[in-house]
């Protein structure tokens, strides 16, 4: 089976149309499809539309959020409802197209367990255009995972990916950035994208800002998020050390000149901006370390019922038959239910004693 999850925002217009291709490509090629539309706090009359659709193709599912929670909140409600093997995703407002769908799958073929689209020629103003190649060049330059359009919204992926990447905040674009963090392979092809026929974008010029941030965030889960002292600390330690050299160097040169105070060079310490500066590095570096420690802390405590690993593939003879991650949570819950078991057959003894009458103490002659 194959989920196509379709966030919508105010695109009532668009989507009987997107439906009807949808369906359309199904016929054809003989997808056995789940269609699931999430209306993100829609305004319009898009939750009409899909209950509409849904009434009239069992294989559509509707989802309604109470209020607007953001593309990574739609996706995520999407996953935890899509029953295929493949999950697609992409855009209610017709630009992308359903046409490329058994492209996709002829990529996905090639052993990869993400495909990303690449809007080689966009429909899109230049003030879109313009900062979104500069901001693929930066996440392929920090992250590693070189691809032309990483905000192009229709991707294709394994079923998999979504038991190990957990969405939140604005995070959707960067989810092949978050699967191959994990060894998932990744790759692209070009797509056809079509100019908008209905409504307006609804993205703005603080997207990039938005976008820029979420960067950095991505950048330290991917790199240092089991190690947050590996980041945090080298720059902590390179200012600690850089601050006691210099408040060291200047605490031998004040000694020197009270030596040789007679002649007048003495060195007053407040008349020193090195002075300052090496107190200001010494502070800060002292703080990054105490944050890194910290970061530490956290990530040992609430990081322990999640894997640092992903496994990729078991040989024939393994008794997990459910999956891979299932099989290791599983695992974890096993060892918890015996944890649980233990500590009840305790209570069960104590309370048995409890309740075992006292003999009575005669009294000796």
């Keep these: 089976m194959i989920t196509t999850v379709i966030p919508v925002f105010n695109e009532a217009d668009s989507l009987i149309e997107l439906h009807s291709e949808l369906d359309r490509v199904a016929g054809e090629h003989g997808y056995d499809l789940q269609i699931i539309f999430v209306d993100d706090g829609s305004t319009d009359t898009s939750w009409d539309v899909i ?11 509707g989802i309604r959020f109470r209020k607007n929670f953001g593309k990574a909140a739609a996706l ?3 996953f935890l409802a899509a029953r295929g093997d493949l999950v697609f995703t992409m855009d209610a407002d017709l630009q992308d197209d359903p046409a490329e769908m058994p492209h ?15 809007k080689k020629v966009r429909h899109d103003p230049w003030h879109k255009v313009g900062p979104s190649r500069v901001f693929n060049w930066l996440v392929g330059f920090l992250t590693g995972v070189r691809l032309h359009d990483h905000n192009c919204g229709f991707k294709c992926y394994r079923r998999g990916v979504f038991d190990e990447v957990r969405l939140y905040g604005e995070l959707h674009r960067f989810v ?3 699967a191959a963090a994990r060894g998932w392979r990744v790759g692209e092809i070009v797509v056809n994208h079509r100019e908008r026929k209905f409504g307006r974008s609804k993205y703005g010029l603080t997207r990039i800002i938005k976008g820029l941030l979420d960067l950095s965030t991505v950048y330290f889960l991917t790199g240092f998020g089991q190690r947050p002292q590996h980041l945090l600390g080298s720059f902590g330690l390179l200012g600690f050390l850089t601050g006691g050299l210099g408040l060291s160097f200047l605490t031998a040169s004040w000694i020197v ?18 002075f300052y500066y090496s107190i200001v590095a010494l502070l800060l570096g002292a703080q990054l370390l105490s944050i890194g420690f ?9 990081g322990r019922d999640t894997l640092p690993y992903s496994i990729g593939e078991r ?5 997990c038959k459910r999956g891979v991650v299932d099989c290791e949570v599983a695992g974890i819950d096993a060892a918890a239910e015996a944890a649980a078991t233990e500590d009840a057959t305790v209570q069960e003894k104590g309370a048995d004693r409890e309740s075992e009458p006292v003999p009575k103490l005669e ?3």
Excluded: Y
């Excluded at 659709?53 to 599912?61: C, F, G, H, Q, Y």
């Excluded at 910290?294 to 609430?302: G, P, R, V």
């Design 51 to 61: 209950e509409q659709i849904a009434a009239s193709d069992e294989r559509t599912l």
């Design 176 to 178: 092949p950035v978050l």
């Design 315 to 319: 040989t024939a003879g393994d008794a």
């Design 104 to 118: 996709f799958l002829a990529k996905m073929a090639d052993n990869l367990d993400v495909v990303s689209g690449w």
């Design 76 to 78: 995520s409600a999407g």
């Design 257 to 274: 000149t009270r030596l040789d105070s007679i002649n007048g060079n003495e060195l007053h310490l407040h008349e020193r901006a090195i």
């Design 294 to 302: 910290l970061a530490e802390l956290m990530t040992a405590f609430f």
């Design 363 to 365: 009294p000796q002659e």
